[in-house]
């Protein structure tokens, strides 16, 4: 996603947030724009369809954040005992430019699989986009000595509740 510099800021990571930061792209698959979602802790991902051009990117990335993001936690099954907290977590937000080449490089590396499975499955229009994300969310990571996101997005969360 583009923004200007003077939309850009300081913005400290959240250390206390049980998942971490989340990083979006924008990514245009089949001529449409898409906005890709990606946590830097467990590298969970989702994907945002649905903007028209006229619209660029007006739509309220958080809104579309929060609501996408309660849609992984039940494809996903996460543990919904603790969603609000996670919620809550992420009232803050801000943007700024990524320091880090390694999230760039698996940022790319989920936009090129999600292109990929899309084109494999007939397309945007024609694939199921929530098969493609519970996918892409089971597939191993190197990154992650090759666990699956979700695996490690569950044992992060159930650890959080356990500690209460």
């Not at 939309?7 to 947030?17: G, I, P």
């Not at 790319?108 to 499955?121: E, F, G, R």
């Not at 519970?134 to 990154?143: I, S």
Request: charged content about 20%; glycine content about 4%; hydrophobic content about 40%.
């Amino acid at each position: 996603m583009s923004l200007a510099p003077d939309e850009l800021t300081d913005y400290e990571v959240n250390s206390d947030s049980v998942l971490g930061d989340w990083y979006v792209n924008l990514i245009v698959i089949d001529r449409r724009k898409c906005l890709l979602f990606m946590n830097d802790r467990t590298l969970l991902s989702f994907l945002a369809t649905g903007f028209k051009k006229s619209e660029g990117l007006k739509h309220d990335v958080y809104e579309v954040f929060i609501h996408h993001l309660f849609n992984l936690y039940k494809l996903l099954e996460l543990p919904l005992d603790g969603l609000n907290q996670v919620m809550d977590d992420y009232l803050e937000y801000g943007y700024s430019k990524t320091a880090s080449k390694k999230l760039l490089g698996n940022m790319n590396d989920l936009a090129h699989l999600y292109q990929v499975n899309i084109a494999y499955n007939g397309g945007i229009a024609k694939c199921d986009l929530t098969k493609i994300i519970w996918l892409m969310n089971h597939t191993p990571q190197a990154n992650l000595n090759h666990q699956y996101s979700v695996d490690l997005a569950k044992a992060l969360l159930l650890s959080k509740s356990d500690m209460k």
